[in-house]
């Protein structure tokens, strides 16, 4: 199946953006030791010297560009095709990692970068082809159809039960709650931030469409998910080891925004049956290979370094602490779950 114009762009958005997010991290990480190696004092251990490292900003400036260029690439791209090329950042990390960082890259975890790109074509050649859209208040009417407006109530309701009643009773003995909440209303995130940069992209075009109330109103949305999303995620990397965090966060997520997107935007609409279990085949396969890149990193740094290299990113939420660094624990073993 041909890839449309608006395809192209967004797949090319999508790959510049992995490769800008995923080189990030190794910049970022050689700061940090530059700045480690001139002061004395790690980061991991309350320092904050690397932000008198050139380097570490570099290293921050490419991941900004990184995610602008994922904004913008869902503007031009459905969801499906966008949100699971998100793992190849995760394969130029891990092969920068290995070339630069010397942090060698298991036999496994090789085979999980080649299932990823692998996965990735598939889904490359299969994806849908959206109709234009003209004006935010077209993207207002999906939002408001009844299927949809059910899949967000019943989002809302869940998040609502798991973070008032199951986050306070077992959040952190069981992985589940606080990636759920993170998940779920990361896809919500998605849908709005697909709104919105359409909105801004026909804007640029010479339709405004900053007059519409609708379109202040996915602005809301996005800010109020993705606020969410920051605090949970970083209550599950602060609770649970990365290499459990992660994969359960990356399929939680992709898998319930390639849903919304498919009730939202209706991507599948006019795809013949093979081609949406081939869509579906290649997406199971970029999540096996990122579960597996994820485990057999977790586990080269379990026998060679005890610093943290950052997770596999997903849409504007790659979360960081005050160190440059996502959150790495020791696995924990809770005597309650939930």
């Known amino acids: 199946m041909g890839l449309s114009k608006e395809n192209v762009t967004g797949l090319i958005l999508a790959l510049a953006s992995s490769v800008f997010i995923g080189s990030s991290f190794i910049i970022k990480k050689q700061g940090l030791r ?17 932000l008198l490292e050139p380097l570490w900003w570099v290293g921050m400036i490419t991941m900004i560009v990184g995610e602008i260029a994922n904004f ?13 090329l998100g793992a190849l950042s995760i394969i130029v990390s891990a092969v920068l990692a290995d070339i630069i960082l010397k942090e ?18 598939i889904i490359v050649i299969h994806a849908p082809k959206e109709e234009p859209i003209t004006s935010v208040l077209q993207i207002w009417n999906m939002a408001t159809q009844p299927a949809f407006l059910a899949y967000a109530g019943s989002v809302i309701v869940l998040v609502f039960i798991l ?44 339709k405004n469409q900053l007059i519409y109330p609708e379109t ?79 485990l057999t990193r977790d586990f080269e740094r379990s026998h060679s370094f005890r610093g943290s290299l950052p997770t596999s990113p997903t849409l504007s939420v790659r979360l960081y602490t005050g160190n440059g660094d996502l959150l790495l624990k020791e696995d924990e073993s809770p005597d309650n779950t939930c």
């Open 104 to 121: 060698r890259l298991h036999k496994l975890g090789i085979l999980g970068c080649v299932m990823c790109i692998a996965g990735s074509f």
């Open 72 to 84: 913008v690439a869902y503007a031009f791209a459905p969801a499906v095709l966008v949100t699971p």
């Open 163 to 206: 973070v008032f009643h199951f986050a306070p009773k077992c959040g952190h003995t069981n992985v589940l709650v606080f990636t759920g909440i993170c998940s779920l209303m990361g896809s919500l995130s998605v849908m709005s931030v697909k709104a919105l940069g359409t909105s801004l992209k026909l804007t640029f075009e010479g």
């Open 216 to 294: 202040w109103f996915f602005v809301l949305v996005v800010a109020i998910c993705v606020v969410m999303q920051m605090n949970y995620l970083n209550k599950a990397l602060d609770t649970f080891n990365t290499a459990i965090v992660s994969p359960i966060y990356y399929v939680m997520f992709t898998t319930l925004t390639i849903l919304a997107s498919v009730i939202m935007f209706k991507d599948w609409d006019g795809q013949s049956f093979s081609t949406i279990v081939s869509e579906i085949c290649g997406f199971i396969v970029v999540l096996s290979g990122t579960i597996m890149l994820h």
């Open 34 to 50: 530059r700045a480690a190696s001139a002061f004395g004092v790690r980061a991991g251990v309350g320092g904050y010297y690397y």
